[in-house]
Structures are given as C-alpha cells and as structure tokens.
C-alpha cells in the first residue's frame, strides 16, 4: 500500500511529509535529506503480513535515525531487519555501536527497546526492511542484542534475505491472501533461526535449526528453481543432511519434493508465456529458463497442469490482453 510520494507534493511540503509519515510507521525522529526540496523523492508503501510490516523505502539519498530516548512506546519491543535491495547502491547501517555497509547481499538488525539505530545511503536508493514484536521471535532481548555484530557470519543471513525479497516481490497479492500468515510465520522462523545462529547457546541453536529446517529448504529451492540441476542430492547436500532425511522431512509435512518443484516451476513459465515483456522469446527458452531440459516433457506436463499447450495458453493470453 503507498503511504507517500513525494512528487505529488509542492517542493516545500515534502521534507515534512517524509518526516511525518517516518514517525508514525517507524519511530523515526531524525530525517536528513541529501537533497533539497525541490530535487529530493521518495516513495514509501507498507503491507501488513499478519504480524509483521514490510516497508519497501526508494528515492534519493537520506539517513533516518531513532535514537534509544525518543521511541514510540509502541514499538519500543519491536525487532527490525533491514535490507538493500540490489542495484541501488551501498547503505550505511548503525546499531549499538556497530557500524556495516549494506549493499545487496547483508541484512541489518535492531532490537528497539535497547539499542538506538540509523540507516542510510546515498545517491539513488531503496530499502525493504520488515519489523515485528521481540515477542513474536521467542528469544531473550540479550541474544538478539548479541547478533547485531555478528549476522554477517550466519549461513542463515543469504537465505532471510532471498525470503524478504520474495515478500517484496508479490506482497501486493500475497498481503491480502490467506497465505499471509503463513509467509510471516515463515519469515519469523527464518529471522529466529539467524539471530540463534550466530548468538544462541548450542543447544537452543540444535533446537531451532531442526525447527526451521523445511522452511530453509523451501527457500533455497525458490532460489534455484530456475537451474536444471536442482536435485534432492544438491539440495540435501546444501543443507548437511541425507537425501533419505530430506525426503522424510517433506513427507512430514506433506509435501512431494519433486511435485512441489515441478508446480513452482510450471507456474513460474506460465505467467512468462502470458507476459508482454516476454514475447520475443520462444516456448522452448521460456521452459529452459525454468529448469525443462527437454521441450516435450515441459509440454505433457504443462498440459497435465493447465489442461492447454503452453502455445495454446501463450495465444489465448495474448488475446486476453489484448481485448
């Protein structure tokens, strides 16, 4: 949901819309802009993931602080995690004391109700970052203080992120969807399991890496649907288990790996074939983008699935589209 855009303003209200509208949904009491009135932008929406609230912040360069003693009391037990989307630069993030350049591939950790935090870049820049009650996370506020440093050292930090960045990329269907909750539990998880990974005690992090393990494997195999050689061996492997205990693992939660694989990526072919932006490409590249190596086998399935050729579903897209 857009909350602010800055270039439907007069040039002299936008300072003070940006710094209002970061007060009210972050708790943030220092704003500085790079750029003048005139020149500055920014454009900030908002979803609600059951209890979490993703912010997806662009524009042009700026810092936003929230010092310790000017909190909102109703987010002073609030948990942020910040990222930098890629392609937009480098940020500056600060937290208890601890300084880390953010660019496409870190994430940033504030606990509000300890520790004061900033964030910021410049140039051309955009920030999506969630935030949620401590509460929510089941661990001791010291724990979360004590991985703020350390994120950068968890295996877990590359998989929260590509979980943050698939919130981002369909929240504006999936915010109202059932499936909300879920991906927020999901996200909580992921978040519970990097803070304990790098800050837990041995058996507490035993505990929560068993606890998010099918959720880590969902992620990692979201980000490689694309390659062909996404096999249960190479997922297993990236996980340091057997492929017996994998499969186990989905059978409990009533998954079929090689069928979930399959929909994710028929679906994912699908929606490029009904895609303007890709008509230039053909039925056979589509399909090896994702993942079919032989173009008849994409066909049978893609006609067991959507009861259509993908070229039948291609043409009757076009005409959709077009009408």
Known sequence: MLV?????????????ALR??????????????????DRMHKRLEIWHFGPLTLFDTYGTGARFARPLRTA??????????????????????????????LAGRGVGLAPHMVAAHEYGWSGIG??????VELALLDLPVDTVRAAVPRL???????????????????????????????LAAATLQLTRALIVSVAGRDRL??????????????????AHLREPDLTPQRIARAHGISVRTLYRLCEQEGVSLEKWIIQ????????ELASPD???????????????????HFARRFRQAFGSTPSQWRRLARAGSAS
Do not use: K
């Open 205 to 222: 992090r035993r505990a929560v890496r068993q606890e998010t393990l099918f959720t880590r494997v969902l992620v990692y195999v979201r």
């Open 126 to 131: 955009r920030s999506v970052a969630f935030s």
């Open 72 to 101: 909102r009391r109703e987010l002073m037990d609030n948990v942020s995690v910040m990222t930098q989307a890629e392609g937009f630069g480098t940020a500056a993030f600060g937290c208890d004391g601890f300084q880390r350049r």
């Open 152 to 182: 950068q050292h968890s295996p877990v930090e590359a998989i929260l992120l590509l979980q943050v960045r698939e919130l981002r990329r369909h929240a504006d269907r999936l915010s109202d969807d059932p499936s909300a909750e879920p």
């Open 264 to 271: 994710r990526r028929l679906e994912g072919a699908r929606a």
């Open 4 to 16: 602010l855009d800055t270039d439907g303003l007069a040039a002299t209200d936008r300072y003070e």
């Open 20 to 37: 209002t509208v970061a007060a009210r949904e972050g708790g943030v009491s220092t704003v500085e802009e790079s750029q003048p009135p």
């Open 278 to 296: 890709r008509a230039h490409r053909t039925v056979d590249s589509i399909a090896r983008s994702w993942g079919f190596v032989q173009p008849a």
